[in-house]
């Protein structure tokens, strides 16, 4: 089982509809979660972090995290263009500092 | 927010040369740097992790020997590719970590190398 899953995609929508990109982790101990955003042949940039169970919001972005069922989820309303990009879930545990990230989702926003 | 710095951008290098890339924390210092790897459409595999004047802790899988990490200061690590082989062309991020960011890492801007 990987430590961190996510569904590869591509997962598309049209633009203005809200992109649902969904996180799975292994480690029950795990303490922090972000979401990245990578564009092609650039490096991640961070978007969002969540520390505690329920949602946090900024701008666009909400986080949502459920620690019972070790999930963690990134909403994007109102979708542009240029939110197209892959979006990386990365988790770091209670025991070390390394970030561990997941394979990553493709969105695509179609205009 | 923190910016790390990341150079060069681009480099190409014949077989059996070697590489060194230079991150720079910019406005901070960076207690922790990170060096990962990304093959085209895979996610980060980290490579190791560094401590200002400290040894790097290399991930399961990843040759010391090869990629020599240096972290001097608090604002400077550089990872050095020794004897470049084609299989060690990919794109290569660092992070950095500075005192009191407990979770989050800011990253540089990649360093993509091509070995010919």
């Known amino acids: 089982q990987k430590e961190v899953e996510q569904n590869s995609g591509p997962l598309s929508v049209p633009e203005g509809a809200i992109a649902s990109l969904n996180c799975t982790y292994s480690d029950r101990v795990s303490q922090s979660f972000f979401w990245y955003r990578q564009y092609s042949g650039k490096s991640p940039e961070l978007i969002m972090s969540i520390y505690s169970n329920g949602d946090k919001e900024d701008g666009r972005f909400t986080a949502q995290l459920n620690k019972a069922s070790q999930y963690v989820s990134l909403l994007i309303r109102d979708s542009q263009p240029s939110d197209s990009a892959t979006y990386l879930c990365?988790?770091?545990?209670?025991?070390?500092?390394?970030?561990?990230f997941g394979a990553g989702t493709i969105l695509r926003v179609k205009s | 927010g923190a910016v790390v710095s990341q150079h060069p951008s681009r480099v190409i290098c014949k077989s059996g040369t070697s590489v060194k890339i230079e991150c720079r924390s910019l406005?901070?210092?960076?207690?922790?740097m990170f060096w990962y790897r990304q093959f085209p459409k895979k996610s980060l595999m980290l490579m190791a992790t560094s401590n200002e004047g400290s040894k790097a802790t290399y991930e399961q899988g990843v040759e010391k020997d090869k990629f020599l990490i240096n972290h001097a200061s608090l604002t400077l690590s550089t990872l050095t590719v020794t004897s470049a082989h084609p299989e060690d062309s990919s794109f290569y991020i660092c992070s950095a970590r500075g005192i009191g960011q407990v979770s989050e890492a800011f990253f540089g801007q990649g360093t993509r190398l091509t070995v010919v």
């Open positions: 406005d901070f210092q960076a207690t922790t």
């Open positions: 990365a988790v770091i545990r209670e025991y070390g500092n390394k970030l561990v």
